[in-house]
């Protein structure tokens, strides 16, 4: 039989704070099973649910230093960001469910050559999240969101130098990928 998890406390809160990694292992065996809960309830989709749980975990890892256990205990803040990685995977969920209806209107209606441009942005969208944290959002807020590489090492904490190489590598990625699976492009 499994342990159950630790009550959490004030010690645990300052030794998530100060990075301790036993830290991070406590919380996510005290609040896993809530977030997971909480994203099930929202997203009614297993899978996204537990996708959900990953990125609330690495969000809460990365951004640790933003943490103040005066203010409120980790698992608190954890049920903060799992809010918000709950509303992303929502709208993401949405707009993708937007793309499958437009694909369905466009054979039933729409002109062929828009059900391929939809095919051809849904296909890219699967590949970008295909390249997983931190490329994936990356080539995102490149492509969709068209930030400079500046703006996207601001927004996301990392090293100009470190966007610069993930978006390449990303970018050529896709490009094989793609090529690959659909033959050399026009």
């Not at 903060?80 to 209606?109: K, L, M």
């Not at 391929?116 to 944290?133: A, F, H, K, N, Y």
């Not at 470190?162 to 978006?167: C, G, I, P, Q, R």
């Amino acid at each position: 039989m499994p342990t159950p998890p630790p009550e959490w406390g004030p010690e645990l809160d300052a030794a998530f704070a100060a990075g301790d990694e036993h830290a991070l292992a406590a919380a996510f065996r005290h609040c896993a099973g809530l977030v997971r809960a909480l994203a099930v309830r929202a997203l009614r989709d297993d899978a996204a649910a537990d996708d959900v749980v990953q990125e609330v975990f690495v969000r809460a890892w990365k951004y640790r230093s933003g943490y103040s256990p005066e203010r409120s205990s980790a698992p608190a803040w954890l049920v903060g960001i799992a809010r918000n990685c709950i509303a992303d995977a929502a709208r993401t969920a949405g707009r993708e469910a937007a793309q499958r209806q437009a694909a369905v209107a466009g054979e039933h209606g729409g002109t062929h050559e828009e059900a391929d441009l939809l095919v051809d942005r849904m296909l890219v969208r699967s590949e970008i999240r295909r390249l997983g944290p931190p490329r994936s959002t990356i080539v995102a807020l490149a492509v969709y969101g068209e930030l400079t590489h500046q703006q996207i090492a601001h927004r996301l904490d990392l090293p100009l130098g470190t966007v610069k190489s993930h978006l390449r590598r990303g970018l050529t990625h896709l490009r094989t990928r793609l090529e690959d699976d659909h033959g050399t492009p026009e």
